[in-house]
């Protein structure tokens, strides 16, 4: 007896071990989870760290815009077309051991085919040929952080650009009209393009139909009816700019964000704090600078285009959002379809989403302004 009841103590003794083991290791993993969401950031950043000071950074090789290589889009035209378009591509370089992305990296070309030029420049390739180049863009890491060596990389992306625009307009465009477009990063260095190459060239501002700079912050200052491109009043004003910032109504901690880790563009051309100044905001449902609220009935159609191939013309899910001007941002309603909602880890959220609420509204706009541009250019 004395033996069995000693085996038995030993026994709830074991199971007693066994349970502390099991739910001290419990607790250990909830710890861990909990502790990788809380720094979640913070391990992101350090993986997709350079961990070299820019100053004695070698960037990859330059494109050569003469070779179609340095293109993701280089179309052939007959030189009848009626406007064409120069598109530059939202950020799709994470980051690592580069702070700018070499024009051949496998992951960010597939990015921009599978996902950035079905949804962000297919909508202006139903009026004209869209020339998309390839350029040593920043890193998705330099939207982490405003430390020197990120800023420096963003600003080296524009020279890339710059020199991509001068032969888009020498040896492509052939003198036709044409619309800028740029989303997210493409946007910020858009928006450099038009302050210092088209606002100072009147022949250039003349060709200039529109500007479109989606997910991009501008000074809205920098932007008025007195400015060379100003921004739109309305649907039918031509040589103007179209630009937003975007959250969804209610997303107060995203809206803190933009105002206070925004940087943009100063007279020295270099990036700095937006600093209190009020983001340009024309509703797209609208096509113009307003704080008027645009109704869901305004939205013609929005589209998750992912995987198609170019030139395939997506499925349109109409009235799926309403949107407004508030303080420079424009506040956008919750989507109905949950195909047109972010999804993803935390790298695919930092990039631009992969569908366009607007896709219908900017085809409709960029083809109502090049019938006003034509309207007020007629053939000689």
Not at 47 to 64: E, H, I, N, S
Not at 173 to 188: H, K
Not at 200 to 228: G, H, I, S
Request: charged share 20%.
């Amino acid at each position: 007896m004395r033996l069995g009841a000693h085996l038995a103590l030993q026994m709830m003794g074991l199971k007693g071990v066994r349970r502390w083991i099991v739910f001290t290791a419990g607790g250990l993993v909830l710890l861990l989870i909990a502790a990788l969401y809380i720094w979640r950031d913070d391990i992101l950043e350090a993986l997709l760290d350079p961990k070299v000071p820019y100053t004695v950074y070698k960037p990859p090789a330059a494109p050569d815009y003469a070779r179609p290589a340095a293109w993701d889009l280089r179309p052939r035209t007959d030189g009848a077309e009626a406007v064409d378009v120069f598109f530059i591509h939202p950020t799709t370089f994470d980051g690592g051991k580069d702070w700018n992305g070499p024009v051949d990296d496998r992951q960010a070309a597939r990015l921009f085919t599978g996902i950035m030029a079905p949804n962000y420049a297919a909508p202006f390739a139903a009026i004209g040929p869209v020339f998309a180049p390839r350029f040593r863009q920043a890193s998705l890491y330099t939207s982490l952080t405003l430390f020197d060596d990120a800023l420096e990389a963003r600003q080296f992306a524009y020279g890339d650009v710059r020199a991509a625009f001068h032969y888009f307009l020498k040896s492509l465009s052939d003198g036709r009209p044409f619309i800028i477009a740029g989303v997210e990063q493409g946007g910020v260095l858009a928006a450099r393009v038009l302050s210092d190459e088209i606002a100072p060239n009147p022949a250039l501002r003349r060709r200039l139909v529109a500007a479109y700079l989606q997910e991009t912050v501008v000074p809205a200052d920098e932007f008025t009816p007195l400015a060379a491109i100003p921004a739109c009043s309305g649907p039918q004003q031509t040589g103007c700019t179209l630009a937003w910032i975007s959250i969804r109504t209610g997303d107060f901690p995203r809206a803190l964000r933009i105002y206070h880790r925004t940087v943009v563009w100063n007279d020295r051309g270099q990036l700095e704090s937006l600093a209190g100044r009020t983001p340009l905001c024309v509703n797209p449902l609208l096509g113009a600078a307003s704080n008027q609220e645009a109704p869901a009935r305004l939205n013609l159609g929005a589209a998750n285009a992912t995987g198609l191939e170019w030139g395939a013309r997506p499925g349109f899910l109409s009235r799926q959002v309403g949107a407004a001007c508030v303080n420079g941002i424009l506040n956008v309603t919750r989507p109905r379809s949950a195909s047109l909602r972010p999804s993803g880890g935390w790298l695919e959220r930092l990039r631009a989403p992969p569908y366009n609420l607007f896709y219908a509204n900017l085809e409709a706009d960029a083809r109502a302004r090049l019938a006003a541009w034509e309207g007020l250019n007629p053939p000689r």
